[in-house]
């Protein structure tokens, strides 16, 4: 069975710049615009703004 294009794979990379990235997966039809959210980056050490990356 396909996957459903509806929720794609995306990936968030973080604003401190260190490079660590989340993998998560979004729902385009609530979030058709690129996300945004505010996680821990374990390399920073600190919650940061992580970035949908395309």
Same mark, same amino acid.
């Given at each position: 069975?396909? @996957?459903? #294009?509806?929720?794609?794979?995306? /990936?968030? @990379?973080?604003? =401190?710049?260190?490079? !660590?990235? &989340?993998?998560?997966? /979004?729902?385009? @039809? ?8 505010? /996680? &821990?980056?374990?390399? =920073?050490?600190? !919650?940061?703004?992580?970035? #949908? #990356? @395309?």
């Amino acid at each position: 069975m396909a @996957r459903n #294009e509806l929720r794609p794979v995306i /990936k968030l @990379r973080s604003t =401190a710049g260190t490079g !660590h990235t &989340y993998v998560t997966r /979004k729902n385009r @039809r609530n979030d058709p615009d690129r996300m945004e959210l505010r /996680k &821990y980056d374990p390399v =920073a050490g600190r !919650h940061v703004v992580f970035r #949908e #990356e @395309r």
